[in-house]
Nanobody, 117 residues
């Protein structure tokens, strides 16, 4: 079973930056595609970014393109989300997500990101 643990959330002013990390354990990390989702108060959870198993392919939600960068280090079993030029609308709980070729999905417990305007 995949265990995912996020870290790096916090309070930041608009225009600032944060780097989220998600450490995976219990599995062969390189067999999993990884992603980030977020959920703001009163809203549904939404896709933010994803990275393929080797790190060579990335996908972004439209509003995060050019501001967020997803990457992974398979040697450290960790996926990252570098967030720059943060806006108040980026405020949410950010969740790490993993999926393998069999469709097995796991979620982390989430980390709070709050952007003050």
């Amino acid at each position: 079973q995949v265990q995912l643990e996020e870290s790096g959330g916090g309070l930041v002013q608009a225009g600032g930056s944060l780097r989220l990390s998600c450490a995976a354990s219990g599995v062969t990390f390189s067999r999993y595609s990884m992603g980030w989702f977020r959920q703001a108060p009163g809203k549904e959870r939404e896709f933010v970014a994803a990275v393929g198993r080797s790190g060579g392919t990335t996908y972004y939600e439209e509003s995060t393109k050019g501001r967020f960068t997803i990457s992974r280090d398979n040697a450290k079993n960790t996926v990252y989300l570098e967030m720059n030029s943060l806006k108040s609308e980026d405020t949410a709980v950010y969740y790490c997500h993993s999926t393998n070729r069999n469709g097995f999905v796991s979620w982390g417990q989430g980390t709070q990101v709050t952007v003050s305007s």
